[in-house]
């Protein structure tokens, strides 16, 4: 078969045309190596059939390395990695507010000069000194407790607006996918590119898979829908939004859907689910569940072992000693309290104002008594009977703890949280290492390879100075035909 130079022509220009595109397609590559997110992207080819036969090469598609398996894999590694830092987040503020790293941290310190204070003041009752001494360090613990109690007010504050913020940007990111997933639709309609839509839209479900774990699911038109793995629809053709609430039953904060429904347990992994179980009422004794519920309630707890008028306990000893004239008879530490005598409102806990003021002093007759109670294992409070007793256990909220002196259960409280940071920091640190890798095998498998663009841009290159050469040739010998003719 004869080739005439019309169609010679026709080819040297299909492979001049396909190169120059070809050469484009690669200095974007280059160009985004290292962008986050970017897949290495390729030219589809197939012949071009005219009348006479062959008529060149032409582009039928536009392509991108993908990886479904190893994306839905980091993106499960993402949920967890986020819900972990979250965790970690915040229980490194916890031990910050407890002072864990202090030497000793604070409520030790200062439950520690409060009992230290009692022991010297027993030796010498009468010395006026050693009286104001037990209650400045009465005014320090009282002041550590409720401050410790107002910064982890604070914190619950803020990890509500974390809540806030994290679904705020759960709903841009779904929304940008709906987005992404109509103009995929468009340009595939339309015969034109969708691989850099594709990248942003794998980027977009990625930021997603941050707040909450997802599954991929394709739909027509190269669109795809979202779902949480409870069957929990993010993206259908339309974006679900969520909004922030409050669980009628357990009063937690919360996220509900569209109609106000709370779907908070279906949204597991990512920030959110570690921000709505760090809020949790749940008695659940996973770390990083309902942190700031026990802390509370176990600072409440130890602050009545020091006011309840539970028998043996440290307000019935001072109590029940003989009060001379001048003296504060009764209720060292105050508080607002229940009808039991439990304390109501812990940021009302504190010295009582008339010792402070100078008005009364320190019963002398309590000294000893009072010093000996800061050995006894038996000092807490059962705030469930009525009225309250002393008790070998202590409990609250996330903690149990036997035969405790008061150091003792100070001790237990803040070795609780200490033991839970630790343990989250631990696994957070090996999801993290576990994402990276995912994010890097990824990227290996699907990203820019510049030594081999390089290459293949030279090749192109090549291709496009021969077809060019040709043209030019053939149209020397048009030209030399023309001459003739004329």
Known sequence: ????????????????????????????????????????????LSEIINGSGFGGVGIT?????????????????????????????????????????????????????????????????????????????????????????????????????????SVQGLNTALAKITM????????????????????????????????????IMPRSNGQIALYT??????????????STGTDPITGDPCVTNAVGNNVSDQLTGGTLQAETDFLSSSTSTANGVGVVGKLQSQLLAFANAFISPAEGGFADTYDDATTATGEQDSDFFTANTDANGNISDLTSFAVNA???NGKTSVKEAAATDVANTFSAT???????????????TFTADGLTAQNQTYSGI????????????NAIQAQN??????????????SSQTGVNTDTELVNLTNWENSYAASAHVISTIQSMMKTLENMVS
């Open 354 to 356: 008339s010792l402070v």
């Open 1 to 44: 078969m004869t080739m005439s130079l019309t169609d010679a022509l026709s080819i040297a220009i299909s492979g001049v045309q396909t190169s120059a595109v070809a050469a484009q397609v690669i200095s974007g590559n280059v160009a985004n190596a290292q962008t986050a997110g970017y897949t290495d992207k390729s030219l589809g």
């Open 61 to 165: 598609s536009y392509n991108r390395v993908t990886n479904s398996v190893l994306s839905a894999t980091l993106n499960n590694a993402t949920s967890s990695a986020s819900y972990l830092s979250t965790q970690s987040n915040y229980m490194n503020q916890v031990q910050s507010i407890l002072d864990s790293t202090g030497n000793p941290p604070a409520l030790s310190s200062a439950l520690s000069n409060f009992q230290s204070a009692w022991t010297e003041y027993s030796a010498n009752p009468s010395d006026v000194t050693l009286q104001k001494t037990v209650i400045s360090s009465g005014e320090t613990l009282s002041s550590t407790i409720t401050g410790i109690s107002s910064q982890v007010s604070t914190l619950q504050t803020n990890v509500e607006n974390d809540l806030s913020t």
């Open 429 to 442: 640190a090996s999801a993290s290492t576990q994402q990276a890798y995912y994010q890097s095998s990824l």
């Open 410 to 421: 100070s001790t237990a409280i803040l070795s609780g949280f200490q033991q839970a940071a």
């Open 180 to 215: 992404l997933n109509g103009e995929i639709a468009t340009a595939l309609a339309n015969n034109s590119s969708a691989v850099n839509l594709e990248d942003q839209r794998d980027v977009a479900v990625n930021q997603v898979a941050q707040y909450t774990a997802v599954t």
């Open 378 to 392: 038996n000092l807490s409070i059962d705030t469930t009977k009525t009225p309250p007793v002393t008790t070998s």
């Open 229 to 242: 793995p409870g069957g929990t629809a993010l993206v259908d053709g339309q974006a679900q939004t969520f």
